[in-house]
């Protein structure tokens, strides 16, 4: 597992498509390591670093330590940088919780809004393959849909899929009521930055 803090070199210009993102951005890189776990095998987990839940709305704590008990490596490594606003490469094997590492962080800055959290798209996941897309809105969905049952109070967050499949009577809903969490591809993606809907979407973008 392989976690670093600003360690690539990012394109900011007009002309490439970060450039075109909010400059108070920050962006967390998310690759699969090669080595992959035995059938079976649970990936390491962190119980001596400390409190690596700390700062996380209470409710998401409670939720993690029920369904997970503690944080795996990566996550351990992964949400203090993330917290403190860096980009941030996490790379490590399939199954170790990188996706969970950088939505959890992500969930929690928008939980800690609570009531005052605002209808504009905060966060931005983009997707290698448009089938994955859908796969991705619906595990975000699940621990959303879980962490209200929790906590009545806990905000409602919004999570909208944005591919070349989205029918445009949605896409303009998308426009008129912002996602908290945007999910799109690349071509998706290069769409929105040139087109004036799709900027004034993604300027309140926070995370990528």
Known sequence: METKQNSCQYD????SPIGRLPNESKIILLVS?????KRGDLPPLCYNQGMPLTGFHPTISRWFIERFGAPTEPQCEGWPRIRAGLHTLIA?????????????????ELARQGASLPNETRVLYVSPLRALSNDVQKNLNAPLSELAAL????PEIRVQVRTGDTPQRDRAAMLRTPPHILVTTPESLYILLTSKGGQGLLRTVRTV
Do not use: C, Y
């Not at 900011?12 to 002309?15: A, P, Q, T």
């Not at 390591?33 to 776990?37: T, Y």
């Open 12 to 15: 900011h210009s007009e002309h």
């Open 33 to 37: 390591h090669p080595v992959r776990h």
């Open 92 to 108: 490590a094997p399939t199954g170790t919780g990188k996706t969970l590492a950088a939505f959890l962080s992500a969930i929690n």
């Open 151 to 154: 906590d009545p109070d806990f």
